[in-house]
């Protein structure tokens, strides 16, 4: 009943790693340490230090610790880096991926968690965006990542697997019991950045974009607690077990804050005002995305426990100022 982490070490696995380790599961934990922190492992998962795309390694951790099913989180993020190094996204991302799923494909895993993007619509005509509306990212990284839902697609009607595929939306905040979070000094997401700025950490949170067609000129996103997107893929986890058909999935709550909004919470949860400075748009910044769930609400019965921006920017702050305090 094991099941394989990739990327456990990082920020999203990290949660992930918990939550099945609170749910009493076998884990075993494999990441290279590119940016992952090995100290965010909880002590009870196997760690295997390595790559995704090395395939002797994998078939012989899969067979070793008896992996029943694979949940995938390794690879890169960064919307405005994959616009300037596309290489290293379909490496890192589609590449690796493929030599994953051949790999299990190989070792009779049968069962596959996959994080995907809300990158993957791109400019959307409409919001909520559901799963059946169009898909067409304008960054590296929403077409490294649709391209593995592809790959999965096609391989999962040619071979004897299923797989669950997570659209995330912007996933933020830390755990509640405070064992991990984003750790990583260079992080570039919202949340992250007006936390550190709040601290002190940066100089200052540069607002990028002022001029979007939106209420108040900033872009829009759909923030989602890290907590309640690793519960996720508990549910898909179960749903997989019970014999469940493969699925695409938005991971959001339905509802979209500005950039100013944000910064307006990370100033009353820090108490502290938060140096800003107005910025050009970033590359590959749609205006407004925010997620329709009504599937994973239904498909799953998933029951979000932290969805207030206020939450996940408390819990995001009280990990930030531990990293300081370290
Ligand atoms: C993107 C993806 C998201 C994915 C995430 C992974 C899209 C639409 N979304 O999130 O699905 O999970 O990458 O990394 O592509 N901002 C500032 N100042 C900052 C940082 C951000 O103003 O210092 C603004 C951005 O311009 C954007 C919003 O804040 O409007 C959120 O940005 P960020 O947190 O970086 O996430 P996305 O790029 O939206």
């Known amino acids: 009943m094991t099941v394989l982490v990739t990327g456990g070490t990082e920020y999203i696995g990290s949660h992930m790693v918990h939550t099945l380790l609170d749910r009493g599961r076998k884990v075993v934990v494999l990441d290279y ?5 090995r100290a965010n492992v909880a002590q009870d998962a196997s760690f295997v230090l390595g790559s995704v795309g090395d395939t002797a390694l994998m078939k012989r951790v899969l067979a070793e610790h008896a992996v029943e099913t694979v949940i995938h989180f390794s690879g890169s993020v960064i919307v405005p880096e994959s616009v300037e190094n596309p290489i290293l996204y379909y490496s890192n991302n589609t590449f690796a991926s493929l030599h994953l799923v051949n790999a299990f494909i190989h070792s009779g895993v049968k069962k596959f968690i996959f994080s995907s993007t809300a990158a993957v619509y791109g400019i959307t005509e409409r919001n909520p965006v559901s799963e059946k509306d169009e898909t067409n990212p304008i960054n590296p990284y929403g077409r490294s990542k649709l391209m593995t839902e592809w790959l999965l697609d096609d391989a999962a009607h040619a071979h004897d697997f299923r797989f669950v595929a997570l659209r995330y939306f912007n996933v933020a905040g830390a755990d509640p019991k405070g064992r991990t979070g984003q750790s990583t000094p260079r992080a570039t997401h919202l949340i992250k950045r007006a936390c550190q700025a709040a601290l002190g950490r940066v100089p200052q949170l540069e607002i990028f974009g002022t001029d979007f067609p939106t209420r108040d000129g900033t872009g829009i996103r759909d923030y989602i607690h890290v907590s309640d997107l690793a519960e996720v893929h508990a549910l898909a986890l179960e749903y997989l ?35 800003t400075r107005e910025a050009p748009r970033r590359a590959g910044d749609p205006p407004v995305i925010v997620a329709d769930c009504s599937r994973v609400t239904s498909e799953f019965g998933w029951q979000p426990r932290h969805n207030h921006l206020e939450e996940i920017v408390s819990t995001a702050y009280a990990w930030e100022r531990r990293l300081n305090a370290a």
């Open 33 to 37: 340490l590119s940016t992952g922190v």
């Open 241 to 275: 077990g019970d014999g469940g058909e493969s699925q695409i999935l938005n991971c959001g709550y339905g509802r979209g804050f500005s950039v100013r909004e944000v910064i307006d919470v990370v100033s009353k949860v820090s108490q502290r005002p938060l140096p």
